[in-house]
């Protein structure tokens, strides 16, 4: 079982920054594909980015492409969003999650692919 908790949400102005870390409770952090999720109030959870085992492949959705930034530490267990130019429809529960695959540079999309999931933070955008 691997445990994953997110942390760095919280209130930021619209344009404003934020930096959210993911650390995942496992000494083979590098075998697994990470991705991030959001959920806003009455939505169902989407995809925003993911990045691959290495850290050499990464995907964004259309709406953070360019805002947002994915990268990893693999000696730290930790996995890293960087998130700028936010806008208030970015207000969501962020999820980190990390998905068991044998491919060291494939990035994982779908939901139903990931096999571990923190509880989520928080990110509020205000206009």
């Known amino acids: 079982q691997v445990r994953v908790v997110e942390s760095g949400g919280g209130l930021v102005q619209a344009g404003g920054s934020l930096k959210l870390s993911c650390a995942a409770s496992?000494?083979?952090?590098?075998?697994?594909?990470m991705g991030w999720f959001r959920q806003a109030p009455g939505k169902e959870r989407e995809f925003v980015t993911a990045?691959?085992?290495?850290?050499?492949?990464?995907d964004y959705a259309s709406s953070v492409k360019g805002r947002f930034t994915i990268s990893r530490d693999n000696a730290k267990n930790t996995v890293y969003l960087q998130m700028n130019s936010l806008k208030p429809e970015d207000t969501a529960v962020y999820y980190c999650?990390?998905?068991?695959?044998?491919?060291?540079?494939?990035?994982?999309?779908?939901?139903?692919?990931?096999?571990?999931w923190g509880q989520g933070t928080q990110v509020t955008v205000s206009s």
């Open positions: 999650a990390a998905a068991i695959t044998t491919y060291f540079t494939v990035v994982v999309t779908k939901k139903i692919e990931y096999n571990y």
């Open positions: 990045i691959s085992r290495s850290g050499g492949s990464t």
């Open positions: 496992t000494r083979a952090f590098s075998s697994y594909a």
